[in-house]
């Protein structure tokens, strides 16, 4: 068993959304950075998988759109919903004021990689894989450093500033005795695989009928899709069998009825509690925290990553100038926490009315619901489905970036 130890100027906890776009744009500033991941890689199926257009504005003024945009990837320029038989038009992005005017569905692993793989060409980034935090380090009142393994090696890293992004069961939260408040959500998702036909026709559509609420997500080949349930109501659902589940997903969505054979058991059927939390205060003396470590977001909008990617542009613009010469001044933290505080908070409050008023109702029905006036009102006239295409894709307020870029990796130069 090794013990090792280092000094960075940051060190950025968890190789996430926010932990790896932090990390590339702190290393393009200049500031030394070192990224932890605790798994081996970024596979992991099922999550956020919605690279909105805020997000592809920033790759576009990185100069990495075109690149990103070669992986493989679905683009969606409308979103619909049928309710009880019927379409309704709800979100149309072609006309957002960016460069791309959609939604990317993309796997959140092939984001990752290609993040680390841009990443890796800058002198200033590491990122060390399997290395999992699990403590911090203190001197007095300042937290200086973290503690992590890797196998059985222990690492003693000392640095200016920790970043936790390391998500809604964040260990660096918890070990600064950091405080987070619940929000509430009255919901679970189940997600799962449901094979497409390759002449069935595109696009992403929510169901939304008397035997619940089904969202499919167009992946080419497949259907990622999410069914909603009442909170804390998986284990009813699996009480029924999954005979009973496959024949409530086809009377929502009759078009899936051979498809959804593919779901042979519960294995098939992936849980994600929902939650809907936020940080009081997101920082400490050599702590900030990011991303779903500082608020974790209601699947509602497909926004997380993307708030996420928000809040690291927002923490380089804010750090990178003062951390490539030393340590960032708390007040400068402040500075980060005010800035994205309040579209963290006008996203989750707009999430949870949506959440009590629309899908809460939704749960306890039984018969064909209707549409809501709102939606009737999108669906007529098509110029309000700007709207929220408007609040989904680009938030509440979208980053953009300034922090310059210090060192050039030669691979660029060329
Ligand atoms: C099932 C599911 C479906 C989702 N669907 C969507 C969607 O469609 N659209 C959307 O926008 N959002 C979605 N989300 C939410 C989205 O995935 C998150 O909001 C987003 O990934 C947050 O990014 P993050 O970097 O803050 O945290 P995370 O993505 O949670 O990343 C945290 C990283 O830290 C690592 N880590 C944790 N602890 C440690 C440690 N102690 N040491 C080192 N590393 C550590 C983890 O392995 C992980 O890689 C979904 C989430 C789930 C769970």
């Not at 019927?86 to 993040?115: G, N, T």
């Not at 980034?125 to 290395?131: D, G």
């Not at 509690?273 to 509602?300: E, F, K, N």
Request: overall charge neutral; proline content about 6%; some cysteine.
């Amino acid at each position: 068993m090794a013990n090792e130890k280092l000094n960075v100027r940051c060190c950025v906890v968890g190789g996430g959304p926010a932990g790896m776009m932090l990390g590339y744009l702190l290393g393009r500033a200049g500031v030394d950075v070192l990224v932890l991941e605790k798994h081996a890689d970024f596979l992991r199926d099922f999550r956020g998988d919605t690279i909105h257009p805020s997000t592809m504005q920033c790759l576009y003024e990185l100069g990495l759109l075109d690149a990103f945009l070669k992986r493989p990837h679905q683009e969606v320029r409308e979103i619909g919903a049928d309710i009880s038989g019927k379409r309704y038009e709800i979100a149309d992005f072609s006309h957002l004021p960016v460069h791309k005017r959609c939604i990317a569905f993309m796997p959140q692993w092939h984001f990752l990689d290609f993040l680390a793989g841009e990443a890796k060409a800058i002198p200033n980034f590491k990122l060390r894989m399997e290395t999992e935090v699990t403590d911090l380090v203190w001197d007095g009142h300042r937290i200086a450093g973290v503690r992590a393994k890797h196998g059985d090696d222990r690492l003693d890293i000392r640095a200016d500033l920790v970043v936790g992004c390391d998500g809604r069961h964040s260990t660096v939260r918890a070990k600064a005795g950091l405080q987070v408040n619940d929000l509430g959500a009255p919901m679970d998702v189940l997600w799962m695989r449901i094979p497409k036909e390759p002449d069935a026709e595109g696009g992403t559509l929510g169901y939304i009928g008397a035997d619940g609420f089904l969202v499919m997500l167009d992946r080419g080949d497949y259907w990622q899709c999410a069914f909603v349930i009442a909170k804390g109501n998986f284990e009813a659902v699996q009480a029924e069998g999954i005979e009973s589940f496959r024949d409530r997903l086809v009377r929502i969505n009759p078009e899936i009825s051979k498809n959804v054979q593919a779901l042979a058991s519960f294995d098939d059927v992936k849980l994600l509690t929902v939650t809907v939390d936020r940080m009081q205060r997101w920082y400490r003396p050599g702590l900030l925290c990011i991303g779903d470590c500082a608020h974790a977001m209601s699947p509602i909008g497909g926004v997380g990553i993307n708030l996420a990617i928000q809040d690291a542009v927002a923490t380089a613009n804010i750090l990178a100038e003062q951390l490539r010469d030393g340590p960032a001044a708390v007040g400068l933290l402040d500075e980060v926490q005010q800035r994205r505080q309040w579209p963290t908070r006008m996203t989750q409050s707009l999430q949870i009315f949506l959440q009590n008023k629309l899908i809460k109702p939704l749960l306890a029905q039984t018969s064909a619901p209707k549409a809501p006036l709102a939606i009737k009102l999108l669906n007529w006239i098509p110029p309000l489905r700007r709207i929220p295409a408007r609040i989904i894709g680009m938030g509440f307020r979208p980053e953009h970036i300034r922090c310059r870029e210090v060192l050039t990796p030669p691979e660029k130069k060329s």
